[in-house]
């Protein structure tokens, strides 16, 4: 489908709207929604609609790929995310 037609908001809405509703404390290194996306661009791209999206709730968004330092990765992910936005190779390192 064409930009801008939704589909990121078809899919994260819903899933934040429960994360939301269940307020867990995210434990150190893990995180409640995985989002898995095939090119940096788009995982990017899928953060900030979910970081958007999420600005009035207490979620956090967190967005790993490839290009990056992993360090910085490593460092965002210690703390525990709600929402992991991650393309597979780089999400393969950091497991």
Same mark, same amino acid.
């Given at each position: #489908?064409? &930009?801008?037609? !939704?589909? &990121? #908001?078809?899919f +994260? /809405?819903?899933?934040?709207q429960? /994360?939301?509703?269940?307020p867990?404390?995210?434990?150190?290194? =893990?995180c409640?929604?995985l +989002?898995l #996306?095939?090119?940096?661009? /788009? #995982?990017?791209?899928?953060?900030?609609?979910?970081? !958007?999206?999420?600005r009035?709730?207490?979620?956090?968004?967190?967005? +790993?790929?490839?290009?990056?330092?992993?360090?910085?990765?490593? =460092?965002?992910l210690?703390r !525990?995310?709600?929402? /992991?936005?991650?393309t597979?190779?780089?999400?393969?390192?950091?497991?």
């Amino acid at each position: #489908a064409q &930009t801008g037609t !939704g589909k &990121t #908001a078809a899919f +994260v /809405l819903p899933s934040i709207q429960r /994360l939301a509703e269940v307020p867990k404390k995210v434990l150190p290194t =893990h995180c409640r929604m995985l +989002v898995l #996306a095939p090119t940096r661009e /788009l #995982a990017s791209q899928i953060a900030d609609n979910a970081r !958007g999206y999420a600005r009035n709730s207490n979620l956090s968004v967190a967005t +790993v790929f490839g290009g990056t330092s992993i360090n910085k990765n490593k =460092h965002d992910l210690m703390r !525990g995310v709600d929402i /992991l936005v991650a393309t597979p190779g780089r999400l393969i390192d950091l497991v």
